[in-house]
């Protein structure tokens, strides 16, 4: 299965944008989030085997969801080394049992740093997708830092 990379440059010390990841404050503001829908719960235990939940509820008519509902995001963390490395599975079970694997990688670039997601075992029909999904959450990091 293919994986899925996206890029993004923060003017934010490498720190903080690791530590975004891991607070259910500011985690609950661009993870798994959408233009119109609302986390609802945001719950994690950020720890190697610790688990996250986040639920975003969608409105009716949204592109995802036409009638509208919540969608829950699970994984549980398999490596977090501040700032530079965190591993995390992910899956969405109302759509699919399966997991994938997703890395976040961080380096110091400048005065800020250099954000790189690779996302594992990504099923052929769900990478387009899924990169857009994860352009729009590194965008959506951006505004939770600022």
Known sequence: MPSVTVTHRYAHPPE?????????????RFL????????????????V???????????????HMPDGGDIE?????????????LVFTFGVPQFDPG????TVEIEP??????????????????AEPNRGGWTMILDGLERALA
């Open 16 to 28: 903080r944008v690791f530590d975004a990841w891991l607070n259910p404050e500011l985690a609950r």
């Open 99 to 102: 997991f994938t694997r997703v």
């Open 73 to 85: 995001h699970v994984g549980e963390y398999l490596e977090i080394d501040r700032p530079r490395r």
């Open 109 to 126: 670039d400048g005065d800020g740093c250099l954000l790189t997601l690779t996302n594992d075992d990504v099923p052929a029909e769900w």
């Open 49 to 63: 085997g610790g688990r996250y939940t986040i639920v975003d509820r969608r409105p009716p008519n949204d592109e």
């Open 32 to 47: 798994f989030t959408t233009a119109t829908g609302e986390v609802v719960r945001c719950e994690i235990d950020a720890r």
